[in-house]
């Protein structure tokens, strides 16, 4: 069995820095603020914040101890658990592995930008522009004939580069310097930032909650968000479980994982609302936010044009690590499924995506056809994974893991073989049974109601 000679993650440290690296990118830096932008700031945080860590942390947990238990990616996991050769369970794998094609899709997208901004970086573009200036490059550059697409191919090819070589070497060797460097550029990016004039108005704008807003929508975009930002729902996280050797601490890995994940979107929110509110963008800005309240913050810096380079050159890393998560669910599902070549694997999941993405990327052009009742094909792929795809992969893995998979199973792969203190670990079982599952149907029933 091709499981015999599964690559592997070399140590406890392998495990948080490569699921953190799936887990950080994008959807901390440029969704997160985003969606809390469009859906009242504050009251969007504190759900974002309860469901990341009540459902969020234990749905991370269950997809490690299916991968682990398995060692399988998405598709053969669920039959290997069940000992079957055919399972009904087997749609969540199905279900993971075509998100994974249609997140890659658009998510390219938003990565090629990102090559695209620090190429602008590089070349000094935003030094001395004022905000009309600064908005109109991102109109002129996302509505391009061509750069987005160039730079969205090669940021598939970059990742399949990366993902050819194998986990060990490709994925985890990367992450480990340069995600706490992000963080430190992030930092002192804040601290710039809370300077601004519109300073205190972004903060209130932020953290204030107005519970009067939250309604079945924001309650689903903040579970949706969370889902996308810790790559949860759709089988990324039970590939890298598959990875995680026997005697690492999953439960722990995991927390550390919530805890980074949730860091870096709340620094994001802390740089882009302050910088929003000085400069007078709107925090419903959707996609331009963070491409052109960032570049106004550089401006403002002392050595701006160097931290503005470093800050893209990582931001295009942390999104490289998450897009490297992606495309490894489909290699591992094409090489262990179809007993292709990893070679050829990638080759096919990058051509598949390649199609896709560059629908979503000519979607967003002003005079582009590809729209459907005034959603671009770009904003239907993000809706259909994060909000509806994600959601109901979470849910059926909580109650694959809760309620089909055998408890002592489950206990087994929590406390390392009995290694490692049950406390704790019974609790976990407790939400992945009753909280997570209850709440997210919550959420989804709320929503339809209005
Ligand atoms: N979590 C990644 C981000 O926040 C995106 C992602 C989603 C990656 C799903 C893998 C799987 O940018």
Not at 148 to 160: D, E, G, H, R
Not at 176 to 186: D, G, T, W
Not at 241 to 263: C, F
Not at 354 to 380: E, H, K, N, Q, Y
Request: charged fraction near 10%; glycine fraction near 12%; include cysteine.
């Amino acid at each position: 069995m091709a499981g015999n000679q599964r690559d592997g993650f070399s140590s406890k440290l392998g495990i948080i820095v490569a699921t953190a690296g799936s887990a950080l990118g994008l959807g901390n830096i440029y969704r997160f603020p985003c969606e809390a932008g469009a859906n009242g700031g504050g009251a969007f945080l504190i759900v974002y914040l309860g469901i990341a860590l009540l459902i969020g942390t234990p749905l991370m947990i269950s997809e490690f101890v299916i991968g682990r238990r398995a060692r399988s990616n998405p598709l053969g996991a669920f039959r290997r658990i069940e000992g079957r050769s055919r399972s009904p369970w087997s749609a969540v794998g199905y279900l993971g592995v075509v998100c994974a094609f249609l997140i890659l899709a658009f998510y390219t997208t938003v990565a090629g930008w990102t090559l695209g901004y620090l190429g602008k970086a590089a070349a000094g573009h935003f030094s001395g522009q004022g905000l009309e200036q600064i908005q109109q490059q991102f109109a002129d550059f996302t509505g391009h004939a061509w750069l987005p697409l160039v730079c969205q191919m090669a940021f598939l090819a970059l990742t399949a580069l990366v993902v050819v070589r194998g986990v060990k070497d490709g994925i985890e060797r990367y992450s480990k310097i340069l995600m706490p460097m992000l963080l430190a550029i992030m930092l002192v990016l804040c601290i710039k930032s809370l300077t601004l004039s519109g300073a205190a108005e972004g903060l209130r704008f932020f953290f204030w909650p107005d519970f009067s807003k939250i309604n079945g929508q924001v309650l689903l975009s903040a579970l949706g968000q969370s889902f996308f930002s810790l790559s949860i729902g759709m089988g990324a996280l039970i590939t890298y479980g598959s990875y995680i050797g026997r005697s690492d601490n999953m439960v722990s890995s995991a927390v550390s994982v919530t805890l980074a994940d949730t860091l870096v979107a709340v620094l994001a929110g802390i740089i882009i609302f302050p910088a929003a509110f000085t400069f007078g963008i709107q925090p419903e800005a959707g996609a331009s936010l963070a491409f052109t309240t960032l570049p106004m913050v550089f401006q403002q810096m002392a050595g701006g044009y160097a931290f503005c380079l470093l800050f893209f050159v990582l931001l295009v890393i942390a999104t490289l690590t998450s897009t490297i998560s992606l495309l490894e669910v489909i290699a591992a599902t094409l090489t262990e499924e179809l007993r292709m070549s990893r070679a050829r694997a990638v080759v096919v999941g990058t051509l598949g995506t390649a199609v896709i993405g560059m629908v979503a990327t000519l979607s967003l052009r002003p005079d582009s056809p590809l729209r459907l009742g005034g959603s671009t094909a770009f904003d239907l792929l993000d809706h259909l994974t994060a909000l509806y795809l994600m959601p109901i992969g979470g849910l059926l893995i909580v109650l694959f893991v809760g309620w089909r998979m055998g408890r002592a199973d489950v206990m087994d792969e929590l406390s390392n073989g009995g290694t490692l203190p049950l406390g704790l670990r019974r609790g976990i079982v407790l939400v992945v049974r009753y909280l997570a599952p209850v709440a997210i149907a919550i959420i989804f029933v709320s929503q339809l109601v209005g």
